[in-house]
Every structure is written in structure tokens, then in C-alpha cells.
């Protein structure tokens, strides 16, 4: 069942202007690439990974906060941008159902698969990016949360409208946001980079068949923070 607020987060209309979008991109970019060149292990020797973990907090919610302004200028409410809605219980069960479900068969399952079939391996900036100490946990759940909504309005929500209005093509908004996904992970090698393209491109789908950014960001969020926590011991 769809609603008015549905109908506004499938259309293929423009929701800001093309300046506007290419900050969001360099921002996202830009900051994937230098974190790429830096040296993650000898900076979380000398200064722990919480301060990693507050600069990322801190530029995802500012480029929401960039991307909210945009769209008060065309007097859009963030809201329509996420679509769906919560205003019974049984709604976001529902959702928190298929976010799960999402991450357990394509992240958990497919890409897993394709990652062993490929012999795809995480690097070791990629490990030593998770949480050691109580504190570095706590700041990684507040991350994870963090990456599990931004995220999702920046690359989905945002980015996914705004390349499919400048295509005129749903399918190539949905292509499009999934590159940048990827690009946007830089420190986690090319390989790496390609499968979570490819996750980022699933997750459009989701967006899209649910007419809603909700079930995506429960699931993001929960992968990310599960995942975190879990290395953390395994790597004991």
C-alpha cells in the first residue's frame, strides 16, 4: 500500500541543484580518498581509533546536515526523503524484519559467498580499524548507527534521486549512488570496494521496492554495529 509520501520518494524529480550534489560527492570522495593514504595503524597506535571514529561521525552528520539544508531550500521535508513511516508499532517491526532478513541473505550470505569464491580477503587496515577498549565500543555502536541512517539518505536517499533525475533512469540512479558507495569505502582495498558496490546497488532495490530508506537503515545500522563488535572478539 502506498501513500502520498511514497509517491514523493519514488519520483525522479531533481531535489536540489547539480552544485549542490557535486559537494556532496566531494565531501564523500574526497574524504574516502585521503583516509585511503593514511597510515590507520601507526595513527590508532599513537591516538587510539576514537578520534577516527568522531571525524566520521562527525562529517556524515554535517553532510546530512548540508543535504537537509538543500532540500529546505526547495521546501522538501527530510521526512518525504525517507519515506515510509513508523506511526504504529507493527510498522517497524516489519521493517526491522526485512532489514535483518536483507543483511542475513545478500550481506551475510551472497556477498560473503562471492567474497570466499573470489578469495576476497579484508586488509589489514581494515582490521585494525575495529573497537579494542570499552570506550572505542561504545563510540563504534554510535558510528554504526551513525553510517546506518546518514548513509542511507546520503547514498539512497540523495544521491539515488538526484542521479536518476539527471539520467532520466531509476536504474541508473540506482548504478550510479552504488559506485559512489563503493568509492566511498577506500580504505578497505579495491575488491572490497567492488562487493560493497555491489551491496550498495541491492540496498537501492530495497529503497525502491519499499518506497523507504527505513528497512535499509535498521539493517545497515545493525551489520555494521553486530559486525564491529563480533570482530572485536574474534580478533582476541
Same mark, same amino acid.
Given at each position: 500500500?502506498?501513500?502520498?509520501?511514497?509517491?514523493?520518494?519514488?519520483?525522479?524529480?531533481?531535489?536540489?541543484?547539480?552544485?549542490?550534489?557535486?559537494?556532496?560527492?566531494?565531501?564523500?570522495?574526497?574524504?574516502?580518498?585521503?583516509? =585511503?593514504?593514511?597510515?590507520? $595503524?601507526?595513527?590508532?597506535? =599513537?591516538?587510539?581509533?576514537?578520534?577516527?571514529?568522531?571525524?566520521?561521525?562527525?562529517?556524515?552528520?554535517?553532510?546530512?546536515?548540508?543535504?537537509?539544508?538543500?532540500?529546505?531550500?526547495?521546501?522538501?521535508? +527530510?521526512?518525504?526523503?525517507? *519515506?515510509?513511516?513508523?506511526?504504529?508499532?507493527?510498522?517497524?517491526?516489519?521493517?526491522?524484519?526485512?532489514?535483518?532478513?536483507?543483511?542475513?541473505?545478500?550481506?551475510?550470505?551472497?556477498?560473503?559467498?562471492?567474497?570466499?569464491?573470489?578469495?576476497?580477503?579484508? $586488509?589489514?587496515?581494515?582490521?585494525?580499524?575495529?573497537?579494542?577498549?570499552?570506550?572505542?565500543?561504545?563510540?563504534?555502536?554510535?558510528?554504526?548507527?551513525?553510517?546506518?541512517?546518514?548513509?542511507?539518505?546520503?547514498?539512497?536517499?540523495?544521491?539515488?534521486?538526484?542521479?536518476?533525475?539527471?539520467?532520466?533512469?531509476?536504474? =541508473? *540512479?540506482?548504478?550510479?549512488?552504488?559506485?559512489?558507495?563503493?568509492?566511498?569505502?577506500?580504505?578497505?582495498?579495491?575488491?572490497? +570496494?567492488?562487493?560493497? =558496490?555491489?551491496?550498495?546497488?541491492?540496498?537501492?532495490?530495497?529503497?525502491?521496492?519499499?518506497?523507504?530508506?527505513?528497512?535499509?537503515?535498521? *539493517?545497515?545500522?545493525?551489520?555494521?554495529?553486530?559486525?564491529?563488535?563480533?570482530?572485536?572478539?574474534?580478533?582476541?
Amino acid at each position: 500500500m502506498s501513500n502520498a509520501g511514497d509517491d514523493r520518494f519514488t519520483t525522479m524529480s531533481s531535489i536540489a541543484p547539480a552544485w549542490h550534489s557535486a559537494v556532496v560527492l566531494l565531501v564523500m570522495l574526497g574524504f574516502s580518498f585521503v583516509v =585511503a593514504h593514511l597510515d590507520l $595503524p601507526g595513527i590508532f597506535v =599513537a591516538h587510539g581509533r576514537a578520534p577516527g571514529y568522531l571525524v566520521v561521525i562527525l562529517i556524515e552528520w554535517a553532510t546530512v546536515a548540508f543535504i537537509w539544508w538543500g532540500l529546505s531550500r526547495r521546501g522538501i521535508p +527530510m521526512p518525504d526523503l525517507v *519515506g515510509g513511516s513508523w506511526a504504529r508499532p507493527v510498522y517497524l517491526l516489519r521493517d526491522l524484519g526485512i532489514g535483518v532478513a536483507f543483511v542475513l541473505i545478500l550481506g551475510g550470505a551472497v556477498l560473503q559467498g562471492l567474497a570466499y569464491l573470489f578469495k576476497i580477503v579484508p $586488509p589489514q587496515a581494515m582490521r585494525t580499524v575495529m573497537p579494542q577498549t570499552r570506550s572505542e565500543m561504545i563510540l563504534w555502536v554510535l558510528m554504526s548507527l551513525t553510517a546506518g541512517f546518514c548513509e542511507e539518505v546520503i547514498f539512497r536517499g540523495y544521491l539515488q534521486r538526484q542521479f536518476s533525475a539527471l539520467t532520466h533512469s531509476l536504474l =541508473a *540512479g540506482i548504478v550510479l549512488q552504488a559506485i559512489a558507495f563503493g568509492l566511498g569505502h577506500g580504505y578497505q582495498g579495491w575488491k572490497l +570496494m567492488s562487493l560493497i =558496490a555491489v551491496y550498495g546497488a541491492c540496498f537501492g532495490l530495497l529503497a525502491r521496492w519499499r518506497h523507504s530508506l527505513r528497512p535499509g537503515m535498521l *539493517g545497515h545500522a545493525l551489520q555494521d554495529t553486530v559486525g564491529g563488535l563480533l570482530a572485536r572478539f574474534l580478533m582476541r
